[in-house]
């Protein structure tokens, strides 16, 4: 499986990612039958964890676990697929063509049709673990990861359609087994009834998430402090084309990226953990 970065260019910008470190994990995933995983998913799982080899191989194990068997958020990962096809009219997602002034990429989420009926939260987090996964492929190890969410338009009716069960796992898989730097969660337009959705989050964030929560109830402008314009869509008063674009763009560039994620399952599913992990 060959990648749009290329392990070079990882160890170019991080001369810790040594050889050592990669055969390291690589012997820990075929022993739990992980055989064909490419040098630069490795690099990843290396950088994530700041070239700690143990919580390494612990991010690894809850990355294969969750995606062998958590086939809500894993299974059927196709772009074209019918299904994913309306949660892309009804939702919207971009990895953001640049990053802030650190070298974090930017992922940006929001509701295109504030229907909730329309509203589905396992095809919602499969879309988003997707356009990280699509970051990733081209991308390679980078400084970070900030998520922008934009709240605008979700109602009680949304609320209603949230699954404890698929929370706790979502926010399980992004602590714990999600390969990157994450350096923090700007949600806009945060809605009046916030504390209800606190209130059923907060029991599965550890603290280190809590703190890089940042929520905004007023002016859009509030965000620039943190995200400059040049890296935000027109749509927020920034230097980036409109938001509808580039999520075409995005849909485009996941459906580019359709053997990819297909063959990427065919990675995971002989994942078995030792009695030790």
Known sequence: MKLGH????????????????????REW???????????????????????????????????????AN??????????????????????????????????????????????SSKYILNDGIKLLQMSVDASLYYEGCTPGYIFLFDMKGVGLGHLTRLSITSIRKFFEYLQDGLPVRLKAIHVLNAVWFMDKVLALIKPFMKRELIDSLH??????TEIYKHIPKKCLPSDYGGELECLEKLHEEHCRKLENLRDYF?????????YSPLSTD
């Open 6 to 25: 290329t392990i070079e260019a990882s160890k170019k910008k991080y001369p810790e990612l040594t050889d050592d470190i990669i055969n390291e994990l």
């Open 29 to 67: 995933a075929v022993k739990r039958g992980i055989t064909q995983i490419p040098d630069e998913i490795l690099a990843l799982f290396a950088h994530s964890c700041y070239f700690n080899i143990e919580s390494a191989k612990h991010c690894m194990h809850i990355y294969y676990k969750f995606r």
């Open 70 to 115: 958590v086939s809500e958020f894993f299974n059927n990962r196709d772009p074209k697929a019918d299904y994913l096809q309306q949660s892309l009219k009804a939702l919207q997602f971009v990895a953001l063509p640049k990053p802030d002034s650190q070298g974090n990429c930017i992922i940006f989420h929001r509701l295109a049709d504030y229907r």
């Open 215 to 220: 929520l905004y109830t007023g002016d859009v």
């Open 262 to 270: 297909l063959q990427e399952e065919f990675l995971f599913r002989n």
